[in-house]
């Protein structure tokens, strides 16, 4: 691999994963490395953890950046299951400074759901492309023709008088310590819910959960067809990549 590779880094709420990506193979191109995140997980103790894994990473290559939030010109607007005090941080500014690379930014679902969609299970699908990832929250990316709509925010919808989120997110069957059909349950409502509001041709369920797909993809009762997310836990790394600036030539 040329020493020009991008870095993916991938922000989330329990850890920050690295890794070099190789953007011809959608794939990772060296060790992953995964630290934990820093409790506070400020803008700042963030930042320095940033800077010295990306240092460690090595080579020269720009850098991409998911962050759990809506993110806006590369300004971190919301900031659902991350510290506050990152809401009007400019990512952008404050990763360029710590890693002295040039970043991108992006929000952790519309990440993944542009690695599945080059990469992965979206590949070749070109009608109205749901993908949820299941996970601390729930994130979503919007698909219509293999452009992507940034910044959907599904997860939030409300469903029992709460965000869906809090109801049907991956960290919810493990805290109420739900069976996977009770769970599945769940996500065919989230889903169904989804359904009548904008008529998708595919959902892809993402994140760490995806591995297990065939624990409960097979349970969920939506008219929609469901595929799991191929990619996995690095569908962030390498969509992180993917919005990395170009190597100045
Ligand atoms: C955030 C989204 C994020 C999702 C998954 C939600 O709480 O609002 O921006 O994509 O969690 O991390």
């Not at 930014?105 to 699908?125: I, L, P, Q």
């Amino acid at each position: 691999m040329s020493s020009a590779s991008p870095i993916g880094v991938d922000i989330g709420g329990t850890g920050i994963k690295v890794a070099l990506v190789d953007l011809v193979k959608g794939a990772l191109a060296g060790d992953r490395i995964r630290v934990a995140t820093p409790s506070p997980a400020t803008p700042a103790a963030i930042a320095a953890l940033v800077a010295s894994t990306v240092a460690s990473v090595g080579g020269t290559g720009t850098v991409g950046l998911t962050m759990p939030s809506v993110v806006v010109d590369g300004v971190v607007t919301t900031a659902a299951n991350i510290d506050p005090s990152w809401i009007g941080t400019d990512a952008t500014e404050l990763f360029e400074k710590a890693t002295g690379r040039r970043v991108g930014v992006v929000n952790d679902a519309d990440a993944a759901g542009m690695a599945e969609m080059r990469y992965g299970a979206g590949a070749g699908h070109d009608g109205v492309v749901i993908l949820i990832t299941l996970g601390t929250g729930i994130g979503s990316a919007v698909f219509h023709r293999g452009v992507l709509v940034p910044n959907t925010e599904l997860g939030h919808l409300q469903m029992h008088h709460g965000d869906a989120e809090h109801w049907a997110a991956e960290s919810v069957r493990e805290r109420e310590d739900l069976s996977w059909s009770q769970w599945a349950h769940r996500v065919s409502s989230y889903l169904e819910h989804l359904e009548r509001l904008l008529y998708p041709d595919l959902f892809l369920i993402g994140g760490g959960v995806s591995r297990k797909a065939d624990k409960f993809v097979p349970l969920l009762t939506c008219k929609t067809p469901v595929k799991a997310a191929e990619l996995h836990n690095d569908a962030g790394i390498v969509g992180a990549a993917m919005v990395a600036p170009p190597e100045a030539t």
